[in-house]
C-alpha cells in the first residue's frame, strides 16, 4: 500500500514540474501584463497632467525572441495612444547576426502623440558589451524609425525634461554630461536602463523619477522568495517601485522580451504611467 502511494506521488510531482516547465517555457514568456501607475512628477506642466507615458523597456529583438510576439506588443502598445514613449534599452541581442529583422520589426515600433524617447541598454553595445560600433547602429535605426535616442542628452516635451543616460556597462554611463542640461527646478525624469547606476555618483540636484529595465525581475521567481538570479549588484533591484535618497524615486520594469524564452512567476510587463502634478519637496 505504502508503495502504490509513494509512486502515485511521485507521478504526481513529475506531472507537476512537467506542467511547471511547459507554463514557463510557452505561456509566461508571451503573457503580457499591462501595468498602470500614477507618476507624481514635481513640477509638472498643467497640459501634461493626466496625459499618459507607456514605458517599453528589454525588448530583446534576437534569435531567441519571436517577432510576432513583439509585433503584438507593439500593437497593444499603440492601440492604447499614449501621449509619451519611452523605451529604456535592451532593443537587441545577438545585433550583428539579426539586424535586417532588427530593422524590419523596428519599423513598427509604438510612437507616443507628443514624442518617443529611448536609451540604450548593454546588450545594444553586442558581444561583452565592448561594440560602440553595434550600439551606433542600433541608435541609428531606432532614430530612422522616429525614436529620439539619448545618449547622456536631455529632450523636452511640452515642459517635462526627460534625462537620458547612456549604459553603464556599454562604459558610456555619463550623469555629468546629461544633468548639465537639465534645470534642476523644472519638471523632469531620468532613464537608465540599468537600476544600479542610481547608487553611483552624479545625480545631485535631480529629484525625481528614473525609470529602468534590465533586470526581467529576474525572470523567474519561485513563489514568497526573491529570484535566485539578477545581474544587478544591488540585490534588492528587482522590479516595481524604489524609494531613493535625495527625494528620487524608481521604478525598475520588467521588460518584454527575453535572454532564454522562460519565465516564472513573473510576466513581462509595459508599464502605463499617468502624469500627475507632485507638491515639491519641503526645504530647510
Not at 3 to 16: D, P
Request: glycine share 10%; with cysteine.
Amino acid at each position: 500500500m505504502s508503495l502504490h502511494i509513494s509512486r502515485r506521488r511521485f507521478m504526481h510531482l513529475i506531472g507537476t514540474a512537467a506542467a511547471s516547465g511547459l507554463y514557463a517555457a510557452a505561456v509566461e514568456p508571451r503573457w503580457l501584463e499591462v501595468v498602470r501607475r500614477l507618476l507624481p512628477v514635481r513640477g509638472l506642466p498643467a497640459a501634461l497632467a493626466g496625459r499618459t507615458l507607456v514605458q517599453l523597456s528589454d525588448i530583446h529583438v534576437g534569435p531567441l525572441m519571436d517577432d510576432d510576439y513583439v509585433l503584438e506588443v507593439f500593437g497593444r502598445v499603440a492601440a492604447l495612444d499614449p501621449d509619451i514613449v519611452v523605451l529604456t534599452g535592451d532593443f537587441v541581442s545577438h545585433f550583428e547576426l539579426i539586424e535586417e529583422r532588427v530593422e524590419t520589426v523596428y519599423q513598427r515600433v509604438p510612437h507616443g502623440r507628443l514624442a518617443t524617447v529611448g536609451v540604450l541598454g548593454n546588450h545594444d553595445y553586442g558581444p561583452g558589451w565592448c561594440h560602440p560600433e553595434i550600439a551606433d547602429r542600433v541608435a541609428e535605426i531606432m532614430t530612422a524609425n522616429g525614436v529620439v535616442m539619448l545618449r547622456n542628452q536631455v529632450h523636452e516635451v511640452a515642459g517635462l525634461q526627460i534625462v537620458g543616460l547612456d549604459d553603464l556597462w556599454g562604459d558610456r554611463f555619463d550623469p555629468v554630461s546629461a544633468f548639465k542640461a537639465c534645470d534642476p527646478a523644472r519638471a523632469a525624469i531620468a532613464l537608465s536602463h540599468n537600476p544600479d547606476t542610481v547608487d553611483l555618483p552624479g545625480w545631485a540636484g535631480f529629484q525625481g523619477w528614473i525609470l529602468s529595465g534590465h533586470t526581467h525581475g529576474g525572470q523567474c521567481k519561485p513563489p514568497f522568495l526573491p529570484p535566485p538570479v539578477l545581474p544587478v549588484r544591488n540585490r534588492r533591484y528587482t522590479c516595481g517601485e524604489f524609494e531613493l535618497s535625495g527625494g528620487r524615486m524608481l521604478y525598475i520594469n520588467r521588460g518584454v522580451g527575453h535572454t532564454l524564452p522562460v519565465r516564472f512567476n513573473v510576466r513581462p510587463e509595459v508599464t502605463v504611467f499617468e502624469l500627475r502634478s507632485a507638491p515639491a519637496l519641503a526645504t530647510t
